[in-house]
């Protein structure tokens, strides 16, 4: 499968402050998306998005797809948005959705 | 729209013994996926089906690990015997196809002591 690297491994961020998050691949994809992983281990869909800019409240997301990378912007973070960001990519040739190994975000208040 | 329904939610059992997850992907989705997630790392792909075919099952342990997708709706996995590293979530997930979005089930957390 396709190799995903997830940076930084850990963020701490005070309540308000804004972070991007990046996801870099290995090899061309169809499908990127991001999760968010909940107290209780469900990953949670945030985004699908091989390529361009979208945005749902106060995170939006842009993939680079000729240049392998997408990024997550978390603005004026909140306590609830601590946990675990995973992003997955799914390479065509095979349709395996590899994930990164997350970035672990840290709101304190 | 229900979502990806898993149970149990836990499980613990001694090792050597056997265990079954079952999965139900949301309805109309023609690939399934179950994932191995060891705490503290991202979920690692165990295998892959289309329907009720297998796509890619690479990094299933297949001397202990086997899963079926009886009709391509409902799946089970099952772990035989199990090994204390086989302690982690185990995640279900589906999409309507296999380019699409893919969607995860709420895991099963199994404990082997």
């Known amino acids: 499968g396709i190799q995903v690297e997830q940076s930084p491994p850990d963020l701490i961020l005070q309540e308000g402050a804004n972070s991007t998050l990046r996801c870099n691949f290995s090899?061309?994809?169809?499908?990127l998306q991001w999760f968010h992983q909940n107290p209780w281990g469900q990953l949670i869909n945030l985004f699908y998005i091989p390529s361009g800019t979208k945005q749902n409240g106060r995170l939006s997301a842009t993939t680079v797809a000729t240049e392998r990378y997408s990024l997550l912007y978390i603005s004026s973070s909140q306590t609830t948005d601590s946990g675990v960001y995973f992003c997955a990519a799914l390479r065509s040739n095979d349709y395996k959705l590899s994930f990164g190994a997350g970035t672990t975000v840290t709101v304190r208040a | 729209e229900a979502g990806v329904a898993q149970s149990p939610r836990y499980k613990i059992i001694e090792k050597r013994q056997s265990v079954a997850f079952w999965c139900n992907p949301i309805s109309g989705h023609a690939t399934l996926y179950w994932y191995q997630q060891i705490l503290g790392q991202g979920p690692k792909l165990l295998i892959q089906f289309q329907n009720n075919g297998v796509v890619d099952d690479s990094q299933l342990p297949k001397d202990r690990f086997s899963a079926e997708r009886l009709k391509g709706v409902d799946s089970t996995l099952k772990i035989q015997p199990a090994k204390l590293e086989d302690s982690a979530v185990y995640l279900c997930?589906?999409?309507?196809?296999?380019?699409?979005?893919?969607?995860f089930g709420q895991g099963t957390r199994l404990t082997v002591v």
């Open positions: 090899d061309s994809v169809n499908n």
């Open positions: 997930a589906s999409s309507f196809s296999r380019n699409t979005e893919a969607f």
